[in-house]
């Protein structure tokens, strides 16, 4: 039940736009969305928690369909120090505990 | 603030031998604990979850086991490594109370020859 991540790898130059899209085929509770840079941890962008929610981190922003079971990441006038691998991680209850399964994730790299 | 801290930071070890990772959260109370294994170029694959002292509970099936001896600290162990073992190793926690966000530590990066 892992979530399905398009596309797999998108290489964009400085300042160009992208969405990387999630999609799960469970009912989900909330989706999480991380980066990770090459040999780092993933480190947290954001979470969204409501169906249609949308939030945004400075130029990032991502928005949460629930009923779709659809998440999509939005970066808007990439940087340079966007590029990394981006994974969504779809959330649910299961045996009473929140539990997190990640996609396998969305390399990006941004050129100048 | 919270802190996430795993050791070692890389370890090569050979096949048939035993391991032991460590993984420590400060600054915080009765965490949800995780442990995930990364491969190259790959996802992140859920291997132990805990929700408290002695509480385990096991995502995969393989040679590997975990453990909780205080609330705030988790092993990853091992008897006999793989080949397969080989990957990054990631310790996270997230808030019992709030639940949502998984916070990760550093890693470590194993290799198995």
């Known amino acids: 039940q892992q979530p399905v991540q398009s596309p797999q790898a998108v290489i964009l130059r400085e300042g160009e736009d992208a969405v990387i899209n999630c999609s799960s085929s469970?009912?989900?509770?909330?989706v999480h969305w991380y980066r990770q840079k090459h040999g780092e941890a993933p480190v947290f962008l954001m979470i969204?928690?409501?169906?249609?929610e949308q939030k945004g981190h400075e130029k990032i922003s991502a928005s949460f369909n629930e009923k779709k079971q659809q998440s999509s990441l939005y970066l808007t006038a990439s940087q340079l120090s966007y590029s990394g691998t981006y994974f969504c991680?779809?959330?649910?209850?299961?045996?009473?505990?929140?539990?997190?399964?990640f996609g396998t994730g969305t390399k990006l790299q941004v050129i100048p | 603030s919270q802190t996430i801290h795993q050791w070692p930071a890389t370890l090569v070890q050979p096949v048939g031998s035993p391991l032991s990772l460590e993984c420590t959260v400060e600054?915080?109370?009765?965490?949800?604990l995780y442990w995930y294994r990364q491969a190259a170029g790959r996802g992140l694959q859920l291997l132990f979850y805990?929700?408290?002292?002695?509480?385990i509970s096991s995502e995969v099936p393989q040679n590997l086991s975990a453990s909780r001896p205080q609330d705030r600290q988790f092993i990853l162990s091992s008897k006999k490594l793989l080949l397969s073992d080989s990957g990054f190793y990631l310790c996270?926690?997230?808030?019992?109370?709030?639940?949502?966000?998984?916070?990760f530590g550093p890693g470590t990066r194993l290799l198995v020859l």
């Open positions: 996270a926690w997230s808030d019992q109370v709030e639940g949502e966000t998984q916070y």
């Open positions: 469970k009912a989900l509770y909330s």
């Open positions: 969204l928690l409501k169906g249609g």
């Open positions: 991680g779809t959330a649910f209850f299961s045996g009473g505990y929140q539990k997190v399964t």
């Open positions: 600054g915080t109370s009765n965490p949800n």
């Open positions: 805990s929700v408290g002292i002695g509480q």
